[in-house]
């Protein structure tokens, strides 16, 4: 009768010693010698993210993959081997394991069909009980919440695992769910990482979740960080699906700490042509961006670290620097070509938006279209086309302007006698 593992379901088999479980550990020792006691010692994990540490006293020759039956409290529990040997020990001093009246728990056998069977039946029943102890919470106004239930793999035992702000009085909620399930209650506090790290879920970024990947411990996370990353304080872009600062922030941290240890001095730049003002740096290229007191935000000049502090320096000492960036000829011939650079077809320039607009233009423009002819004698001649463009509007104004023009020219030649000149 082959047997198949209900929670471990599509991970590692016994063959292989590779799983897609977070808990998972590469034996990197397994290639050593082992030493005396380090074949009593077994790391054993079990649904979610609990795992644990038993002794091997039967001397029974276990392989990654395999299911075994360990010691409970009380009863016993059903878990898989993850890793074997002197590496164990190791892992020990980085976990914390559970004792038993001062002692490690056992290894009893390697599992039975009949051992599956029994923990499959519990399993089945955690959903159902999740449920109903959410009902009898709603029902005795108590503030948490049931994220998840873990019955022991012989059923006579489970584990609520719940999320509360604040200390929360439950052994009346104890008592209820004993008479109602006639099992052993063990209620477990998680945070909100541990509850996204059981559920899983896609982050931002488009991968799985760290804390239901590989994240077993979590560490504070606080905005120290995104400031030193000169990241926005926007709490829904630093947020991450468990409401709280995400993983990541403290990634790469250290590396911009020990960069911005030799940055220079946020301070105003003191130049012949004026002063800059500070805006906004840029760590991974070491640049720091200035804006003219004289135009505002919208002209930016980016200057490098180093040529900062030499103006830094300088005005340190009373001194002024002639321009804010000192260009080479190579960078001055370059600058120059793309100033002259047009389009393909010889148009216009890729640089005329940089360019201050006429405003004094646009005004004489609108002044020329208000004169009119009888208001001024230089005016007598006909009105050329004052539109920017050509079309076809612009034929009907020069014949409406050609008739105007010549109907004062004939009174003025003979203003006496209209009737003449009609």
């Not at 490690?104 to 089945?124: N, S």
């Not at 720091?288 to 030499?310: F, M, N, S």
């Not at 190579?330 to 002259?340: G, L, M, P, Q, S």
């Not at 023009?405 to 030649?413: H, W």
Request: charged share 30%; proline share 4%.
């Amino acid at each position: 009768m082959t047997t198949e593992n209900p929670i471990f379901r599509g991970c590692a088999t016994s063959e292989q010693s590779r799983s897609c479980a977070k808990l998972d550990v590469y034996n990197w020792l397994s290639d050593v010698v082992n030493t005396v006691n380090a074949e009593e010692l077994v790391e054993i994990r079990f649904k979610n993210t609990r795992k644990d540490y038993f002794r091997n006293v039967n001397q029974l020759k276990l392989t990654v993959g395999e299911m075994v039956a360990v010691e409970g409290n009380p009863g016993h529990d059903i878990g898989m081997v993850s890793l074997t040997g002197d590496l164990v020990l190791r892992q020990m001093k980085r976990h914390k394991v559970t004792l038993i009246n001062g002692e490690m728990r056992k290894v009893y056998r390697k599992a039975k069909p009949v051992d599956i069977e029994k923990w499959d039946l519990a399993m089945q029943r955690e959903h159902e009980t999740m449920i109903k102890s959410r009902q009898i919470t709603a029902e005795l106004k108590l503030n948490m919440k049931i994220g998840d239930v873990e019955y022991q793999g012989d059923g006579t035992k489970a584990i609520f695992y719940y999320i509360a702000d604040d200390r929360v009085d439950f052994r009346q909620l104890i008592k209820v769910l004993a008479e109602i399930f006639h099992i052993r209650i063990e209620m477990k506090q998680i945070g909100a990482r541990q509850e996204a790290g059981r559920i899983g879920g896609i982050g931002p970024c488009g991968r799985e979740l760290c804390c239901s990947a590989w994240m077993s411990s979590f560490s504070s996370v606080t905005t120290v960080a995104a400031r030193y990353q000169e990241i926005s304080l926007n709490p829904q872009k630093l947020a991450g699906q468990c409401s709280k600062l995400k993983c990541c922030l403290n990634y790469e941290v250290d590396n911009y700490i020990d960069v911005q240890r030799s940055f220079p001095p946020k301070e105003k730049l003191l130049t012949e042509e004026g002063d800059y003002t500070f805006v906004k740096s840029d760590v991974l290229r070491k640049t720091y961006w200035y804006a003219y007191d004289g135009k505002g935000p919208g002209g930016l000049i980016a200057v490098p670290v180093e040529r900062v502090k030499t103006i830094n320096k300088l005005n340190r000492s009373g001194k002024k620097t002639v321009q804010l960036i000192e260009l080479s000829e190579e960078d001055a011939n370059k600058e120059k070509i793309t100033n002259d650079y047009a389009t393909g077809v010889g148009q216009d320039s890729l640089t005329r938006f940089d360019k201050p607009r006429d405003i004094n233009r646009k005004n004489r423009r609108i002044n020329q279209r208000r004169i009119r002819p009888e208001n001024s004698a230089q005016n007598q001649q006909p009105i050329q086309n004052q539109r920017p463009d050509n079309r076809p509007n612009s034929n009907r104004n020069n014949r409406r302007n050609d008739q105007r023009s010549l109907g004062s020219k004939n009174q003025t030649e003979n203003p006496k006698n209209p009737d003449q000149n009609s």
